[in-house]
């Protein structure tokens, strides 16, 4: 995984947040001990703010972030974790389709953006997830794609960009990509969370498939 940047005000306010939290808790720990005359046993170190602080940032960036406190969401860096999946239009020999699939592991600091289908398979280098409306809104990153064995021998490694906005239901992913220009294709993906989980492949087929079914039954029980 590697840092991605974002304007939410997430990125400012929480540290000062965690380092708030730290101080009181040192402070508290310090009242308390004077107050009942109590010492923790040698092997054990007493709550620093530092330490404190590194506990505290570890656990928002790893669990609290992606959590909801009476109604309101922690962060408002959205939490892409799991596996979509869907079509993928490109440029490529006058237009293709095929279907792709991406993992994302994210937490509030780290992300990692994997992308695998039946010719090739690419891993997110940067990234930034921008909430502010406007020409950077979105998940844009930066990535280095290798085509697979049995791939076209036209095919070879690449950089590409791909710039993905989120639906605000938060189950879907859809935008634009652009390869490099020793290759000089562009496209279009629209991937759909079928797991908050990590799936292969085979099990985000199925699910895309199951996925595609229910909207399938919806979209006839509206047409009647």
Known sequence: MHSYA??????????????TIAVVVAYAYFLASSYFKFTLPWWMEAPSILGVYGVGHWLYDTVLWKKTLF????????????????PVYS???????????????????????????????SLSRMASFNITP??????????????RSHADPAMHA????????????????EGDYYT???????????????????????????KYSLLQQRH?????????
């Open 180 to 206: 490099g220009r020793d290759r000089g294709t562009q496209g279009t993906m629209k991937m759909y969370l079928v797991s908050d989980e990590i799936l292969d492949r085979e099990d985000a087929v199925h």
């Open 158 to 173: 690449h950089r590409g960009l791909a710039f993905l906005k989120l639906n605000q239901n938060r189950n879907c992913l």
């Open 216 to 224: 399938g039954a919806i979209s006839e029980d509206k047409q009647a």
């Open 91 to 121: 440029s490529h020999e006058g237009g293709s389709q095929r279907e792709g699939m991406i993992t994302i592991r994210q937490t509030w600091s780290k992300i990692l953006v994997e992308f695998e289908s039946t010719t090739s398979s």
């Open 71 to 86: 109604g309101f969401h922690l962060s408002q860096i959205p939490n892409c974790n799991g596996t979509w999946y869907g």
């Open 6 to 19: 974002s304007d939410s005000q997430d990125r400012t306010v929480v540290q000062w947040c965690i380092a």
């Open 134 to 147: 406007g020409p950077s809104h979105g998940l844009i990153y930066e990535y280095t794609s290798d085509p």
